[in-house]
């Protein structure tokens, strides 16, 4: 009974852990995006190519960090 109280999340431990999650999806995503502009910028013709494609790459890579860090 000790250790199951000792052992019970709070609030901001919860908190952090959703926040956590939360940054570990959506860094990759922004990171994506913004690489993929800066790839489309040096590009001659006007295209969103890169953006979208570096956005899908950084969307799959946050799915594997939250999967990676929910899993331990």
Do not use: C, H
């Amino acid at each position: 009974m000790k250790k199951a109280e000792q052992d019970r999340r709070t609030l901001l431990s919860q908190t952090v852990y959703l926040g956590t999650v939360g940054l570990l999806f959506v860094l990759p995503l922004v990171g994506g995006a913004y690489l993929g502009l800066w790839l489309d910028e040096r590009a001659s013709d006007y295209s969103v190519y890169w953006t979208i494609v570096m956005m899908v790459i950084g969307l799959v890579l946050g799915a594997i960090n939250v999967y990676l860090f929910i899993r331990e």
